[in-house]
């Protein structure tokens, strides 16, 4: 897969983890596993650029005696889900059309 195109599906992935609940990098990896791997050295700079895009908050909170980050969608990162949606529906007609005319020619 093309890396632009794999890194929005990666932000994306990441936003749409954060919609049910705050989570941290190790979680948020185990949460999106079977859909996409990823190591946390391509994680934490994809958080990085969420969170100065302000689609996501940080904020840090004890557990177990040290502080853990916790990563928080936010309304602008909801928005970016919501468009890239509407933007999917668009592209997937695309494909439907590419594919049909390429297996008719098969």
Known sequence: MKT????????VC?????IEEDSYGYKLIQDTKDIVEMSESTLYPILR???????????????NGRLRKYYKITK??????????????HIDK???????????EA
């Open 94 to 104: 695309l494909f439907r059309f590419v594919k049909e005319k390429f297996y008719e």
């Open 76 to 89: 602008a990162g909801i928005n970016y889900l919501k468009d890239f949606l509407d933007e999917w529906e």
């Open 49 to 63: 650029r969420l969170e100065t895009a302000k689609y996501l908050t940080s904020y840090k909170k004890e557990y």
């Open 14 to 18: 990441i936003l749409a983890a954060l």
């Open 4 to 11: 632009q195109l794999k890194k929005g599906f990666l932000d």
